[in-house]
């Protein structure tokens, strides 16, 4: 694996996590380093750190906060 690749899974520990729970992602960025991107999309997906995934967690927090304060009524 090429030492640019090793120092953003390094610095990362969502990517630790993540390629330590699957494994076969050290095969193929050993042989393709450029699907790099691939492999830090399915991270994201896969721990909600999207945008969309944060915005969505943020509506249900709120969500939950109304039908605490109507129910404190």
């Not at 390629?19 to 399915?42: A, D, G, H, T």
């Amino acid at each position: 694996m090429i030492l640019d690749v090793q120092f953003k899974i390094k610095n990362n520990p969502y990517y630790q996590r993540y390629i330590r729970e699957n494994s076969y992602w050290y095969k193929i960025l050993n042989r393709e380093p450029n699907r790099f991107k691939e492999f830090e999309e399915q991270a994201k997906e896969r721990y909600g750190l999207r945008p969309a995934d944060k915005i969505n967690r943020m509506l249900e927090t709120m969500e939950m906060l109304q039908t605490l304060m109507s129910s404190f009524k």
